[in-house]
T-cell receptor
Framework: DTAVSQTPKYLVTQMGNDKSIKCEQN?????MYWYKQDSKKFLKIMFS???????INETVPNRFSPKSPDKAHLNLHINSLELGDSAVYFC????????????FGPGTRLTVT | DAKTTQPPSMDCAEGRAANLPCNHS???????VYWYRQIHSQGPQYIIH???NNETNEMASLIITEDRKSSTLILPHATLRDTAVYYC???????????????FGGGTRVLVKP
């Protein structure tokens, strides 16, 4: 029944490592997003994909590379992790031509040590 | 997207209506008002949205002033589970070029007390 799921829920890793976060939605939506919530709790858009096409890249460092193998998946790969990458990452999806409300996943808490 | 202004926090008594204000004085004609909330340690949750008419769903009511410069989210009978940060967001809808992103501000931290 889960609409938007993310794995893993928690990720602890060391600086310099490469890691991936996976996101899947079973809502049949055509648009998916990645948001970052930092320690001060501000939520900011990172990427938006529509039908596997990149729509938004909000000046995110190119160490972050989203990959959308199909409409239902949007994965986030992060190279050379830095301390400042520690945050909660949320995936979301929407169907813009119908209703446009976004459904969010439970989040992945990334801690870089 | 137009900027919104919300009070940083408010308390509400359980069982009473909670009225959450939002100012969006620079809203343009094609921008909708959206409300989301984030319960602690969870992803944001959509509540309601509207353009110029008042809207109601099973979660809340949205009252938009006639000049559209402000709105109020009403939780009719607040419960302890409604304790969350509530975000008022204005944005265009369904325009691919705009990216359909949500721009979150600081929101209003609502504490429902027994």
């Amino acid at each position: 029944d889960t609409a938007v799921s993310q794995t893993p829920k928690y990720l602890v890793t060391q600086m310099g490592n490469d890691k991936s976060i996976k996101c899947e939605q079973n809502l049949g939506h055509d648009t998916m997003y990645w948001y970052k919530q930092d320690s001060k709790k501000f939520l900011k858009i990172m990427f938006s994909y529509n039908n596997k096409e990149l729509i938004i890249n909000e000046t995110v460092p190119n160490r972050f590379s989203p990959k959308s193998p199909d409409k239902a998946h949007l994965n986030l790969h992060i190279n050379s992790l830095e301390l400042g990458d520690s945050a909660v990452y949320f995936c979301a999806s929407s169907q813009e031509d119908i209703s446009s409300e976004q459904y969010f996943g439970p989040g992945t808490r990334l801690t870089v040590t | 997207d137009a900027k919104t202004t919300q009070p940083p926090s408010m308390d509400c008594a359980e069982g009473r209506a909670a009225n959450l204000p939002c100012n969006h004085s620079t809203i343009s004609g094609n921008e909708y008002v959206y409300w989301y909330r984030q319960i602690h340690s969870q992803g944001p949750q959509y509540i309601i949205h509207g353009l110029k008419n008042n809207e109601t769903n099973e979660m809340a009511s949205l009252i938009i002033t006639e000049d559209r410069k402000s709105s109020t989210l009403i939780l009719p009978h607040a419960t302890l589970r409604d304790t969350a940060v509530y975000y008022c967001i204005v944005r265009v809808r369904g325009i691919k070029a705009a990216g359909n992103k949500l721009t979150f501000g600081g929101g209003t931290r609502v504490l429902v007390k027994p």
